[in-house]
């Protein structure tokens, strides 16, 4: 008898013989990708990834398509903003030796904004505002020369780090004041205070500070506070405030300078509870002096930061809406510049981004969600 054994090796003998013969697969490599070259709708979408906050990340969306182009890590807490000519990207973040616990260490990151290669890791004080991700917690000069970092310990200070060189030159405190607005025209910076002021910090070429004057006081952050979120027009940055009221204040000089207020909607409007909204609700697009503004109905003591259901549109020098447009639940708005500006309102929520034709009469052109977990600061490049 012929054990079962030897029956089933000599089956499998003769299949593998039967078959036919195959080369072998080639190695996998891993590579990176590159990106396409850069246009005027390109978005940066950063996210604090609240339910895994060792995990953030910036991804880059095309904004014609709605499609990903790219994704950058950026660890704990990152704040980013871009170089002026767009061509590197800055995360200062978090990292622990425990993942979340441990020694505490931070980095600048640098990267290529055309390729998103890493370029540098510049270390850092642990210090920075460890923060949902505002417009205003990382900034530059307007040369790029300096890259400007708020910092909460929880007190506040803001430092200055020299991008050549890599290394911080200063630290300088600021009580009681937050979110950096920098000039265009002068080497000097501004922020937001509780008291209703604004300080404005002049640095030397070293980036050292040589001067420090505060404003009139020009808003009551009791009554009625400004969300910290502006839209820069050079000197000039665009506020809104909780009930509905809007003001200019140019930041050129030692000492920042507002304009006069002005309300966003009419008597109707204020009745029926319209309100700003959100964490970036306020837009720019330069050329055509159009604001854009994110607004919710029922406002109530508390709701500042509620998603937008309409965008209302500005013509700035005039100070008057021109249209209001529905949205879906908009909590951040941005705004390509150019010849044909395409408005952009995402959604924390759902890590969504709806987009329209621009100008001055909007028309949706295409919404996709799931870019993220938490994602609150949207940037065009």
């Known amino acids: 008898m012929i054990p079962k054994r030897a029956v089933l090796l000599s089956l499998l003998a003769a299949l593998g013989a039967a078959l036919p013969a195959h080369a072998e697969l080639p190695v996998d490599e891993i590579t990176v990708g590159k990106l396409a070259p850069a ?11 609240l339910p895994h906050l060792a995990d953030g990340k910036l991804t880059v969306i095309d904004g014609r398509t709605l499609k990903v182009e790219g994704m950058v890590s950026t660890g704990m807490f990152a704040q980013t903003t871009l170089s002026p000519d767009r ?43 460890q923060a949902l991700p505002y417009r205003g917690t990382l900034r530059t000069s307007a040369d790029g020369r300096f890259i400007i970092v708020q910092n909460a310990t929880p007190a506040t200070s803001v430092s200055i780090v020299n991008r050549q060189t890599g290394k911080q030159v200063s630290e300088i405190q600021t009580p009681g004041c937050y979110i950096v607005y920098p000039a265009q025209t002068a080497n000097r910076f501004s922020t937001l205070c509780g008291d209703g002021t604004m300080l404005t910090i002049s640095l030397d070429n070293d980036g050292n500070p040589v001067g420090k004057k505060k404003s009139v006081k020009f808003f009551d952050p009791d009554e009625d506070a400004l969300f910290v979120s502006a839209a820069q027009e050079g000197d000039n940055y665009h506020f809104v405030s909780y009930k509905g009221n809007a003001v200019t ?5 030692e000492a920042a300078v507002p304009g006069t207020f002005w309300k966003l909607g009419n008597d109707a409007d204020v009745k029926k509870g319209w309100r700003p909204g959100g964490y970036q609700p306020v837009a720019l697009h330069q050329a055509s002096g159009t604001l854009y503004v994110g607004m919710h109905p029922k406002g109530f003591e508390g709701s500042h930061k509620e998603g937008a259901r309409e965008i209302w549109v500005y013509d700035l020098a005039s100070k008057t809406r021109v249209s209001r447009t529905k949205t879906t639940p908009a909590t951040g708005l941005a705004v390509s510049q150019g010849d044909a500006p395409r ?37 065009v490049q």
């Open 87 to 129: 061509s590197e990207l800055y995360a200062v973040t978090t990292y622990y030796s425990k993942l979340n616990r441990g020694e505490r260490i931070e980095e600048i990151l640098v990267y290529d904004a055309k390729t998103l290669a890493l370029k540098e890791e510049i270390p850092y004080s642990a210090r920075h505002a």
């Open 249 to 253: 204040v140019n930041v050129g000089g």
């Open 39 to 49: 246009h005027p709708y390109r978005l940066y979408y950063t996210d604090v990834a």
């Open 343 to 379: 408005v952009f309102a995402f959604d924390s929520a759902k890590a969504g981004v709806a987009a329209f034709d621009g100008g001055r009469k909007l028309k949706p052109v295409g919404a996709a969600v799931g870019f993220g977990d938490t994602p609150t600061q949207l940037e």
